[in-house]
């Protein structure tokens, strides 16, 4: 379990209790500057809050070793960009380095599974917007951390590779890990997460399926926008009219 308890962050979060589960694909969902990126950092221990905490199954997150945060925990930043000239393969080693090996095949399967292997000996910096973020993904999958934090992972891919990616996260929440993603995509989030956290201003505002946590109306009074969602269960779209 990864939680927070009575989470303050100056005036960018206010009070935040949340559990999120591993094995499941959790979306933080919100308008523009209501404090996802921030209880994200948060989550991942990059950012000190003010007050309360966060806790990882019985520790407190706070009280890890770096090292091991950062072997449980592997987080994507928004719009990261890569700063090395190193080649793809070698950047994506870098996610096994909190385990301090050399093993090839967690690197081989998180290549493969971004459909990066044929870019192995590209230099990292030649990547286009949508191969750079997968690279950086592979990399955090490389680490097999417990925890994926991803903060809009799907914002620069194509729709091919969004779905793509998608099923990736859902086979490493399969097998027991927890991811956490932002989206503002509603529609990926209703159709693909488990749960969806809902922050308005800084608040906390629902934590449930995304059937309800993303209803018309908390739609109407979160995003301040009429919308309806169409389809079945699973492949819903949502229309603005
Ligand atoms: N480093 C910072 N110092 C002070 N305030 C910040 C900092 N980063 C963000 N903020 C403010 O905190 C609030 C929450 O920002 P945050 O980036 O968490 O929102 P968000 O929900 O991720 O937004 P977006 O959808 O636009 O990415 C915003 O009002 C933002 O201006």
């Known amino acids: 379990m990864l939680g927070t308890m009575n989470l303050s962050v100056e005036d960018r979060l206010q009070g935040v209790d949340c559990r999120i589960e591993p094995g499941k694909i959790t979306a933080i969902c919100g308008p523009n500057g209501a404090g996802k990126s921030t209880l994200l950092e948060v989550l991942a221990g990059l950012l000190v809050p003010d007050g309360g ?42 996610g096994r380095m909190p385990h301090g090996d050399h093993l090839a095949e967690p690197v081989d399967r998180a290549l493969a599974a971004l459909d990066l292997a044929e870019f192995s000996d590209r230099r990292a910096q030649s990547l286009s917007g949508g191969e750079t973020a997968r690279v950086l993904l592979a990399r955090v999958l490389a680490g097999e951390p417990d925890w994926i934090l991803a903060d809009e992972p799907l914002a620069a891919l194509d729709l091919g590779h969004q779905l793509s990616l998608i099923s990736h996260l859902r086979a490493a929440a399969d097998s027991g890990c927890g991811v956490v993603i932002v989206l503002h995509d509603l529609a990926h989030a209703m159709n693909f997460a488990d749960r969806v956290l809902v922050l308005s201003e800084g608040r906390l505002v629902a934590t449930e399926a995304p059937e309800r946590a993303l209803s018309e109306e908390r739609l109407r009074k979160v995003w301040g926008v009429d919308a309806r969602w169409l389809g079945e269960a699973g492949a819903r779209a949502l229309v603005t009219s």
């Open 53 to 94: 905490e966060v806790v990882i199954g019985e520790q407190g997150l706070a009280s890890m070793h770096p090292r091991e945060r950062a072997r449980r925990i592997g987080y994507l930043p928004q719009s990261a960009q890569i700063a090395w000239d190193v080649s793809v393969r070698s950047l994506v080693e870098l």
